[in-house]
T-cell receptor, first 114, second 115 residues
Framework: GAGVSQSPSNKVTEKGKDVELRCDPISGHTALYWYRQRLGQGLEFLIYFQGNSAPDKSGLPSDRFSAERTGESVSTLTIQRTQQEDSAVYLC????????????FGSGTRLTVV | AQSVTQLGSHVSVSEGALVLLRCNYSSSVPPYLFWYVQYPNQGLQLLLKYTSAATLVKGINGFEAEFKKSETSFHLTKPSAHMSDAAEYFCAVIFGSSNTGKLIFGQGTTLQVKP
């Protein structure tokens, strides 16, 4: 597609439920990143996929968080047993693999845990 | 630890005044440096990037940034602020010699432009 697409744009869930967030990167982009942006704060790195290499999961805050990516296509970020502190905007970005070109970000999924 | 620091979480300027948003990074190896802008209720947009070419980088909307290795800084400037520049600005860095690393973001600076 023309840009990075994320769905849903908004998600309200009850505490303890599982949620899945989806990211469609730009076609041909080999690298995909997930970030979290809490209200009034900067972007927090979560996970990074580069081609067929093992993902860099160093930013995942707990084992309730996981992400998958099939090849160089769609990625899903799953949060199990959601907590109120998980409320944030979850941003996905992709790049051509040449990180110096910068990333293209999606508009994000606003997750609210009530 | 590798880090990115933006001095000042909020900056307020008058329309027409100089904009200066500060960014410092911690690394002995010149990294790749970026500025992103986030307008209210919109996604992040790349403003400009430094990738070891000219140290003065020009971006969109009249913004520019200068890489100063000796000061480990990459401050963002614009000679004359417009009301439409009100947004949140993020400095971001890819550390190391590889250009395929993850972006580390500063905490962001909210720019307010007063009429």
């Amino acid at each position: 597609g023309a840009g990075v697409s994320q769905s849903p744009s908004n998600k309200v869930t009850e505490k303890g439920k599982d949620v899945e967030l989806r990211c469609d990167p730009i076609s041909g982009h080999t690298a995909l990143y997930w970030y979290r942006q809490r209200l009034g704060q900067g972007l927090e790195f979560l996970i990074y996929f580069q081609g067929n290499s093992a993902p860099d999961k160093s930013g995942l805050p707990s084992d309730r968080f996981s992400a998958e990516r099939t090849g160089e296509s769609v990625s899903t970020l799953t949060i199990q047993r959601t907590q109120q502190e998980d409320s944030a905007v979850y941003l996905c970005a992709s790049s051509s693999g040449q990180g110096a070109q910068g990333y293209t970000f999606g508009s994000g999924t606003r997750l609210t845990v009530v | 630890a590798q880090s990115v620091t933006q001095l000042g979480s909020h900056v307020s300027v008058s329309e027409g005044a100089l904009v200066l948003l500060r960014c410092n990074y911690s690394s002995s190896v010149p990294p790749y440096l970026f500025w992103y802008v986030q307008y209210p209720n919109q996604g992040l947009q790349l403003l400009l990037k430094y990738t070891s070419a000219a140290t003065l980088v020009k971006g969109i909307n009249g913004f520019e940034a200068e890489f100063k290795k000796s000061e480990t800084s990459f401050h963002l400037t614009k000679p004359s602020a417009h009301m439409s520049d009100a947004a949140e600005y993020f400095c971001a860095v890819i550390f190391g010699s590889s250009n395929t690393g993850k972006l580390i973001f500063g905490q962001g600076t909210t720019l307010q432009v007063k009429p």
